[in-house]
């Protein structure tokens, strides 16, 4: 597991990482187990709103600045999975406005991430 900070700056001679990129913004609690469980379906993972170069991004709909993430992830094509508490009518109508491919409750997704997320090969 790897966050944005942690990833050192690559020189010429190092290889890019072939690992494809997810992008998270989660409350600190859901953390820990969303990087486990994204890095043991082969993912490298980088913190939003400052990551570049997705396969998707997973934001928590609760999170500061997770509409603007949401829009600007989708603005550029980014598969965005977006998460809530219990996502009521109106807050999965406004997500999916914002760009949001998928809206799905906090407990589904936990229990069962990788049936939300692309399969790596």
Do not use: W
């Not at 969303?34 to 913190?47: C, I, K, S, T």
């Amino acid at each position: 597991m790897r966050y944005r900070s942690d990833v050192p700056e690559e020189t010429p001679s190092e290889p890019h990482s072939t690992q494809p990129r997810a992008g998270l913004l989660c409350l600190e609690s859901d953390a820990p187990l969303l990087l486990e469980q994204l890095d043991e379906l082969g993912y490298e993972v980088q913190m939003l709103p400052t990551a570049d170069a997705l396969s998707f991004g997973l934001v928590d709909i609760g999170g500061d600045g997770a509409d603007q993430v949401i829009a600007d992830l989708s603005a550029f094509g980014t598969r965005v999975i977006a998460f809530g508490a219990d996502p009521d009518d109106i807050a999965q109508i406004r997500t999916k406005a914002l760009g949001a491919n998928v809206i799905v409750s906090r407990d589904a997704l936990l229990s069962d991430l990788a049936a939300y997320v692309p399969m790596v090969v």
